[in-house]
């Protein structure tokens, strides 16, 4: 394989010091390839935007190496990282345009810093806005502009310094579905006609779905899985990466392969007392170990309402006992779901 | 013409002395020259107050822990003390105590010239503070995207920070100028010139009720026009708002 892009080695990083020292990233190893849309999912909290910061240093790791482009960034100075800094582009959920320019001096702003003539720099705005699909806003200030617009130009501004990677936080977390797709076809068209490398980071997996080739998962600041996403869609292999894939639970013939379950029932609770605990009475009063597949119980008044669905070991007598024994409560009735599939 | 006026002032139950001396003061084109004395004492007092407050306010904001350029907390410390101290010593208290440094500036510590030294004093403190809190404003995701596009510190605060902040700046230098303005009225004490003298000492030291109510009528009047000035400037180079400006003018 070629020499990865963006390659992440150990790292880690730490906020705050002594007692309140919180990790925010631990031991992350990814390689990211040139020309590919790298996604990293995870939930709110898990460490993804330090993450992506991390890769240009706009936060400093605590250990570990950052390796963009053959530079290592920790070790640059701080000019040189001004300069590396350059080919990384960023956009960000909450676009972070200068609100006192318009669209057009938006884009040309990376071009002044790199010191183009003024001319030059309009010619490729107008280009820039062109490939944005915005012409006719080059005169537009941000506040006039939809949120899907101003993601737009702070794309066009991003390419205006024509980068090596383009790094996403969060871009359309604040579009509507709609909007959401359209900037993504962007990004990708882009990825396509201009061979940035992107990193994608989000809390959504529609979007990775949408764009990605490969992603990295996030769980409490630990690296929980890195694949394809064909890989990981099809069978997710760590704990956070199921709850991600299936958000509103995984499904039952999984669940089964997993707890070695072979037998499922489904309870239904008609109003007994939402008090008495039912699984925890299975185990202790039979012996019987019963796990929760998936449930959908309300509490009305004290009273429990709805069915539950148990897996059961395979072991004859165990079912029989346990069937027996919920039987015996009151307002519960039980019946085996005899080939169980979602 | 004079006498005219004489006559209306002892209609208004003023004494002939008093009514002779204040017509005769006024016919001297004093009031113009206060006017005048007082809007270079200002104008003055404010551009050498921000050459000191401006980049002292610049670095109160970027100079702390979380800042985009970080000094020694040591110095922000030093920095903060200082101008706290400035800005408690009351304005009367600090013009007698920097008379010598006055006659070092300017040659005497007395006279409207004299009063501009104190003035930047107690100004720029005061200045540095109002900047600090028009950059506090600005988003930090702003100057984080500015970062990212490779910006050196100097960069984002000339071509990001201030310019983003322009018109809570614009809020500041109004707010500022009034404020000197009012100090600069107190200046009479130290034989300074101006509207605020022309009150302090004719008006009310010599019980000169008409001078002191002129002065007074047209130290509001150039208020009123600073702050006028002042907002709508802020307003009309606001780009934030032109949008919600225009669709209220549609709405029409």
Partial sequence: MAEPIIRLTGLTKHFGGGENEVAALNDINIEIQRGEIFGVIGLSGAGKSTLVRCINLLERPTTGSVVVDGKEMTALSPKELRQAR???GMIFQGFNLLMQRTALDNICFPMELAGKPRKEAVARARELLEIVDLASKENAYPAQLSGGQKQRIAIARTLAMDPQVLLCDEATS????KTTRDILRLIQDINKRLGITVVVITHEMKVIEEICSRVAILDHGNLAETGTVEEVFASPKSEAGRRLVYPDGVPYEMLRQEAHTARVIRVAFNGGTAYQPLIASLAIDCGVKANILGADTRNIDGRAFGTMLLGLPEDETQVAKAMAYIRSQKDITVEEVPDYHE | MS???????MSWGINERLATSQVEYLAGYTVPFAIWETIYT???????AYVIGLPLGIILVTGEKAGIRPLPAALMKVLNTIVNLLRSVPFLILMVCVAPLSRLIVGTSIGTVASIVPLTLAA???????VESSLREMDRGVIEAAQSMGCSPWEIVTKVMLPECRPSLITGLTT????ILSYGAMAGTIGGGGLGAMALLR????QETVVLYIAVIFLVVLVQIIQSIGTAVAVKTDRRIQHTQTKRRKGK
């Fill in chain 2, 203 to 206: 008006g009310h030291g010599r």
């Fill in chain 2, 124 to 130: 720029a403190p005061f200045v540095a503070r109002v």
């Fill in chain 2, 42 to 48: 200002t104008v003055l007092a404010t551009l050498f």
């Fill in chain 1, 174 to 177: 604040a579009l509507d579905p």
């Fill in chain 2, 176 to 179: 500022a100028t009034i404020t």
């Fill in chain 1, 86 to 88: 350059k080919s990384i």
């Fill in chain 2, 3 to 9: 006498e005219k006026l004489i006559e209306l002032l």
